[in-house]
């Protein structure tokens, strides 16, 4: 399904939903290092999809309006949200 027609916004709330839901599974154990990488690939996807919907085919057009956005247009990080289960001592 194409959402080149659709706000821009629109599609990052959709990708936000995602990576919320994903994030809150996956937030267990020792993920830092995954979310990092994925927090790169979404960044990269949404700054694609930005360039395509401008009609540029250079990405690079899509990161500098991301960046000059100040909030990435609140693309939600998964950086940052890991969650470490404490050690119960059996007594």
């Keep these: 399904m194409s959402r080149i027609g659709r706000p821009t916004i629109l599609v ?3 990708v936000n939903r995602f990576l ?3 994030g809150a599974y996956f937030r267990h154990g020792n993920s830092t290092q995954q979310f990092r990488q994925l927090d790169s690939f979404v960044f990269d996807r949404i700054a694609r999809f930005i360039a395509r919907k401008h009609g540029s085919r250079n990405w690079r057009r899509g990161v500098v309006d991301l ?6 247009l609140g693309i939600y990080r998964l950086a940052g949200t890991i969650g470490y289960s404490t050690a119960h001592a059996s007594g």
């Design 20 to 22: 919320r839901g994903w």
């Design 67 to 72: 960046v000059e956005s100040r909030t990435t």
């Design 12 to 14: 990052v709330g959709d």
